[in-house]
């Protein structure tokens, strides 16, 4: 009888492989979708969402049902675990895709505003992980401010003015122009405070720009905000990281790259100081992240 019992038991143990799914494991594999698509949503504050993310962990058939829920509904799963929760991103093709550009018309209706808004959130990125082992720790929280970000575009801007005219290159192009590097030209032109009579931020000054860019990324989950110095100070999330490694291969983030702004380097310094930057005037309580 022992024998019996004994021999018995890791074919009990293999019966709920072949299982059924059954509506309940579709409707649970929907909960978890539904909660991924809440980027704010802490699985550490949830008990549903976080007995839902253990059961992805352990149970594979309902892990596939739950990846091909989200497969059908135009997302692309980046990460499931208590981390992050559900992590999506939507394909170009999803009804939850939110493209820079309608993000753009809605910020400003003129197409060079639209450009910068496009940058900031470029420089952003790039700020916010200033190196590949930054990008690759899912330990590491990059912290950026507002201020930070527009005084080093506007470094960006001077390196990029002084390239041009060694090569003997328009440095004065169409503010309509496509292209990234016409939109630095744009920044540089633009002013970066711009305030109003009474003291406040004009939208359409460069960290107006930036104020708006980081604001729609604390609203998408991507980034939080930790105070109000140097315009505004954040800190980024699980899930922003996944975006960002996911965008790394980009064209706009590679265009951004082979200016030579943030080299691709062995994993060493990729914010390096100019040269000379005596009459360069920096933000007040920036914080660049150089690292030498």
């Known amino acids: 009888m022992t024998e019996h019992v004994e021999w018995s038991e890791p074919e009990a143990a293999a019966a709920p492989v072949n299982a059924p799914v059954t509506p309940a494991d579709a409707a649970d594999a929907a909960r978890l979708v539904a909660f991924g698509l809440q980027p704010k949503l802490q699985p550490a504050r949830d008990q549903e969402y976080a007995e839902l993310l253990r059961r992805h962990r352990e149970d594979p058939p309902f892990a596939r049902l739950a990846d091909a829920v989200a497969a059908g509904l135009g997302l692309v799963v980046l990460e499931v675990s208590p981390r992050a929760g559900m992590a999506v991103t939507a394909a170009e093709d999803s009804v939850f895709a939110v493209r820079m550009g309608d993000y753009a018309r809605r910020a400003s209706a003129d197409s060079a505003d639209r450009f910068l808004h496009g940058l900031a959130h470029l420089a952003v990125a790039a700020m916010a992980f200033p190196r590949p082992e930054d990008l690759a720790d899912d330990g590491y929280i990059g912290r950026v401010s507002v201020n930070g970000v527009d005084a080093f575009v506007r470094q960006a801007c001077r390196r990029l003015e002084e390239r041009a005219e060694e090569t003997g290159e328009n440095t004065d192009p169409a503010t309509d122009a496509p292209g990234l590097e016409a939109a630095w030209r744009i920044w540089a032109r633009r002013s970066s405070t711009g305030a109003t009579k009474d003291a406040r931020r004009l939208a359409g000054s460069t960290t107006g720009i930036i104020a708006k860019a980081v604001a729609f990324l604390t609203d998408s989950g991507f980034l939080q905000r930790t105070g109000d110095d140097a315009g505004g100070t954040y800190r980024t999330t699980a899930r922003y990281q996944l975006q960002v490694r ?31 930057t005596d009459d360069l005037e920096l933000a007040a309580g920036a914080g660049l992240p150089f690292h030498s």
Request: glycine share 12%; charged share 20%; net charge negative.
């Open 246 to 276: 996911d965008m790394a291969g980009s064209a706009a983030l590679g265009e951004l790259l082979e200016l030579g702004i943030v080299p691709v380097t062995d994993g060493t310094a990729t914010l390096l100081p100019a040269e000379d």
